[in-house]
């Protein structure tokens, strides 16, 4: 079974527009790590924002949240007031706290239209 | 500089050559970990350190790869006898404790080595 399922290859957004990139995952380790990554076409992954499975709330950084519903195991990703400079390639990822690799899902390519 | 580096940032290979590829970790990090990313997908683990001990390489498709990390700093991946389906970027990131100490443990990655094998 896929650990991280991303499961819009596309999307398209609105410059100031909110848009919510979907992740759920898959593990019976009851402690976890889940992270957003942004992938320009540079190549370097960037830090978004990290959320771990003990949290009680959800995380924020700046215009990103993230909408973790545990019982779901889903761990969204909210970007608000969309920049052009968003437009990118995003990944997500859960590191088990018994394991050592990041799993990634297969990523969402965000575009910002003007 | 403060980042991982990697080197070199492309590198063309005819099918059957040999390849090294270079990381730089971040001064200081513990945990060093290789990933290949294919076109179209995200990075899948290849092999993890934990100072200069390879703690697992379960992620590594054949013996035809290689990694060591000798003095627990700069690490580098060989690929031997490259085959095409070896095309892929090579990312290497760097994360400043042991993996299990803490699930948040941020990995900060370097730009990534693009292989082409002709």
Not at chain 1, 18 to 44: H, I, M, R
Not at chain 2, 10 to 23: H, I, N, S, T
Not at chain 2, 101 to 107: A, M
Request: include cysteine.
């Amino acid at each position: 079974a896929q650990k991280i399922t991303q499961t819009q290859p596309g999307m398209f957004v609105q410059e100031k527009e909110a848009v919510t990139l979907d992740c759920t995952y898959d593990t019976s380790d009851p402690s976890y790590g889940l992270f957003w990554y942004k992938q320009p076409s540079s190549g370097e992954m960037i830090f978004l924002i990290y959320q771990g499975s003990y949290d009680q709330q959800n995380a924020t950084e700046g215009r990103y949240s993230l909408n973790f519903q545990k019982a779901r195991k889903s761990a969204n990703l909210v970007i608000s007031a969309s920049q052009l400079g968003d437009s990118a390639m995003y990944f997500c990822a859960m590191r088990e706290n018994t394991g050592n690799q990041f799993y990634f899902g297969t990523g969402t390519s965000l575009t910002v239209i003007p | 500089g403060a980042g991982v580096s990697q080197s070199p940032r492309y590198k063309v290979a005819k099918r059957g050559q040999d390849v090294a590829l270079r990381c730089d970790p971040i001064s200081g990090h513990v945990s060093l970990f290789w990933y290949q990313q294919a076109l179209g997908q995200g990075p899948e683990f290849l092999t993890y350190f934990q100072n200069e001990a390879q703690l697992d390489k379960s992620g590594l498709p054949s013996d035809r790869f290689f990694a060591e990390r000798p003095e627990g700093s700069v690490s580098t991946l060989k690929i031997q006898r490259t085959q095409q389906e070896d095309s892929a970027v090579y990312l290497c990131a760097s994360s400043l404790f042991a993996s299990g100490i803490q699930s948040y443990n941020e990995q900060f990655f370097g730009p990534g080595t693009r292989l082409t094998v002709l």
